[in-house]
């Protein structure tokens, strides 16, 4: 029988497979659609595909933080004061989900703009959090105790802050709609864009390295 941590680990894993399979052949897609010999329809369903992974890699992102919490809470290297602060972590987790789904699916309208960019400066500021509470982990002065769990953290606060900004970047790949007349700066959004997902995939590689071998 499965426990509810034992679900929490499979699809921590599943995640991080996603993030890692999805981002490099959808970007090497979008190379592909800037091709001249493409109709402007195969290039507007490049935009579309390459719209929806960001989309979904940014969603998957946000499963880290009560996944990653819940795991290293189980195996005894991270300490909350408190079992609120658990509930707490991933009421937030629930309400970031939420945030990122709005902000995805409400449209064009001036309301997706500002939840858009709300979110974005939102996993800013979470992924600089991590960062920080991973170096504090390094230092021994904080909940984290062992290093390659502050080694993790810091690199999950990184990936935050690039696909924060690779969501800023891209952000005409979020509000291009297939009736607009061209699509040629959508497909350069997400060419200009692949640096991010060349560094998210990166790092997500070596996490889970980290946590599966645990060096230190």
């Known amino acids: 029988m499965l426990s509810g941590i034992d679900v929490v680990h499979y699809l921590h894993i599943v995640a991080f497979?996603?993030?890692?399979?999805?981002?490099l052949p959808v970007l090497y897609a979008v190379?592909?659609?800037r091709?001249?010999?493409l109709s402007a329809d195969a290039q507007a369903l490049?935009?579309?595909l390459r719209r929806w992974a960001y989309a979904l890699s940014g969603l998957l992102l946000v499963t880290f933080l009560p996944f990653g919490v819940s795991i290293a809470i189980d195996i005894g290297v991270y300490t909350l004061m408190s079992p609120t602060w658990l509930t707490a972590t991933w009421g937030v987790a629930l309400a970031w989900l939420l945030i990122v789904l709005v902000a995805e699916v409400s449209g064009n309208a001036?309301?997706?703009r500002r939840?858009?960019?709300t979110e974005i400066v939102?996993?800013?500021i979470i992924g600089l959090g991590h960062v920080y509470d991973g170096i504090v982990g390094f230092l021994g002065t904080g909940m984290i105790q062992t290093n390659w769990l502050a080694a993790k953290v810091v690199l999950f606060g990184l990936m935050l802050m690039v696909s924060s900004l690779l969501r800023w970047q891209t952000?005409?790949?979020r509000f291009y709609a297939p009736s607009d007349s061209g699509v040629e700066s959508d497909v350069r959004s997400a060419v200009q864009g692949q640096w991010g997902s060349y560094a998210i995939v990166l790092m997500a590689l070596v996490a889970a390295w980290m946590g599966a071998i645990k060096p230190w």
């Open 17 to 23: 497979a996603v993030i890692v399979g999805l981002e």
């Open 31 to 33: 190379r592909l659609s």
């Open 35 to 37: 091709r001249t010999d």
């Open 46 to 48: 490049v935009a579309q």
């Open 110 to 112: 001036a309301f997706a």
């Open 115 to 117: 939840t858009y960019t």
């Open 122 to 124: 939102m996993r800013f």
């Open 171 to 173: 952000r005409p790949l």
